[in-house]
């Protein structure tokens, strides 16, 4: 290599070590969002790999591409990479830009454990993907990891596995306590509590919730751990324990969990709405007292995961109206969005696609889950593939599509520059429509009994499945879509003026300008 040429490259390492240096020490919350972002983007990939491993065994009955152990640890690190790799570090990203610019404040309240709660959930994934390479293979026993079988019938995988949900728990319980303190301490003079975005108020109480339960998934992951390397019996009835008590363990904490996954959700569509529609969103103090009353419920509707295991009849009657009454805060919110639309101006622009999609398909899976509800008709639905429909109406078409909603609408004020419009409108229309050939023949395919997390099914299902494979394929290959509008859009595009979308966003962000000093001491520039 010639001198110039080698003093080129040098030069070259030289800038890619010190951006490196940037984002590795960085304490600025744009750069931190930014980083959860695309690591969410990383691991949505991920487990949208695993969920095509898994769609490809079941294109056909029968046990054609993986063997079936290799198929549990899909489905099962599949499962823990959306819920917390993909869902919610995104939400924490999104929170991590949005949250402080929203309330008029210079940064997050504290700004160097914003770096740490971001930096080790890299180390935590790389762990739990690692154990898939051991002898025997990695978790196979399910994302609720249900005892015994990740005690008694688990290899040593399980010790890495519960290690990373340590170290996630940790992640989001910091970022929690500093979205709150946030809030709480550093808006701009004037912002009451009642002129919050809502964006701001569902991550308020998000957080709340994520400092209630992650303990609780800290303690039953840990109670799993000394079952199985240290002779303890909280599990394991030969030894006096009950297997059982996992299940309400597990599930007090992953009944709010999933409130987790989908108020943020709320927050971005009761911002998105109303400035496509150009009207003041309808009804928002009572969208303030929904999305606190959801919360509040989802506390006491855990068990109705365990209807099947014979809780006595006074237990399954007040699990099964406490899950029907969580129903009508959220009916609140969904017949305040559509008021809100109502006789607006509106315009179809791509976050607004994305809205109105979640509102349609996530109260199609508020409706599947009414029926889960009902205690003796859950007996034929239990551990049918029409509960992976309706979770999957939840969390994909709601939580997924509203951070691609999310995504859209904060894109042009992140970076800059516009997006490529129609390349977006053929993703938000592939998706929408590869994701309902993926999901809605499940609800059928379960309704006839066909049990989930078994890699074979009885012949009469044999055409829903290819239909349902075809479908995951083709979402699968629309995400990648996704990436290249995100990509463009980063590296240039048409610039955008201050005031991205013309019409009601005022409405939204009439944010005083935060207080003219910095508290924060950022650290000095890296050598």
């Known amino acids: 290599m010639s001198t110039v040429a080698q003093s080129e490259q040098n030069h070259h390492d030289h800038h890619a070590a010190k951006g490196f240096k940037r984002w590795l020490y960085t304490t600025n919350h744009k750069d931190i969002g930014s980083l959860y972002l695309i690591f969410s983007l990383t691991m949505f990939l991920i ?15 029968g046990l054609q591409l993986v063997d079936p152990h290799f198929f549990n640890q899909m489905t099962t690190v599949h499962g823990l990479i959306m819920v917390f790799g993909a869902v919610m570090p995104a939400f924490t990203g999104l929170a991590n830009w949005m949250v402080p610019m929203m309330i008029g404040a210079p940064d997050m309240a504290l700004p160097r454990m914003n770096n740490w709660s971001f930096w080790i959930l890299p180390f935590a994934f790389a762990i739990l993907l690692m154990s898939l390479f051991m002898e025997g293979g990695g978790p196979a026993f399910g994302w609720t990891f249900y005892a015994p079988l990740s005690t008694t019938y688990s290899n040593d995988n399980t ?107 709320f927050g971005i569509i009761s911002t998105i709405i109303p400035t496509f529609s150009r009207k003041k969103l309808f009804g928002y103090a009572s969208m303030v007292y929904a999305t606190s009353s959801i919360a509040l419920l989802s506390f006491i509707v855990w068990a109705h995961h365990m209807f099947t295991t014979g809780m006595p009849l006074a237990g399954e009657l007040f699990f099964m109206y406490a899950t029907m009454l969580i129903s009508v805060p959220t ?85 800059g520059h516009m997006y490529n419009e129609r390349l977006a409108k ?3 229309w592939l998706s929408l429509v590869s994701v309902n050939v993926l999901f809605f023949p499940m609800h059928f395919v379960g309704l006839a009994g066909m049990p989930r997390r078994i ?42 003026p201050d005031k991205v979308w013309d019409g009601a966003e005022g409405l939204e962000w009439e944010v005083p300008s935060p207080a003219p000093y910095h508290t924060f001491s950022t650290p000095p520039e890296v050598k």
């Open 47 to 61: 487990g949208g790999a695993m969920a095509m491993v898994i769609r490809a065994e079941l294109f056909q009955p």
């Open 159 to 265: 010790a890495l596995f519960v290690f990373a949900v340590h170290i996630m728990g940790i992640s989001s319980i910091m970022g929690a306590i500093n979205v709150i303190v946030t809030i709480v301490n550093l808006r701009a003079p004037g912002m009451t509590w009642m002129k919050l975005p809502l964006f701001v108020w569902t991550w308020l109480i998000t957080a709340f919730l994520l400092i209630a339960v992650m303990p609780v998934l800290a303690g039953a992951v840990t109670m799993v751990l000394t079952d199985k390397y240290f002779g303890t019996s909280f599990f394991d009835a030969a030894g006096g324990g009950d297997p059982v008590m996992f299940q309400h363990i597990f599930w007090f904490f992953g009944h709010p969990e999933v409130y987790i996954m989908i108020l943020p959700a």
């Open 331 to 415: 009916g609140v919110k969904v017949f305040n969005w559509v008021a809100t639309m109502w006789r607006g101006s509106i315009s179809f622009e791509v976050p607004m696609l994305f809205s109105i999609a979640f509102i349609v398909l996530f109260t199609l899976g508020g409706f599947s889950g009414l029926m889960l509800a009902i205690t003796p008709a859950d007996f034929q639905y239990h551990d049918t593939y029409f509960v992976v429909a309706h979770f999957h109406y939840v969390l994909v078409t709601g939580a997924i599509f509203s951070i691609m909603a999310g995504a859209y609408y904060w894109l042009p004020k992140w970076t």
């Open 426 to 428: 053929l993703h938000f």
């Open 455 to 496: 890699p074979d099914y009885a012949l009469q299902f044999a055409d829903f499945n290819a239909l349902i494979s075809i479908g995951g394929f083709a979402f699968g290959l629309s995400q990648l879509l996704f990436v290249a509008v995100v990509y463009k859009c980063a590296k240039g595009g048409a610039a955008v």
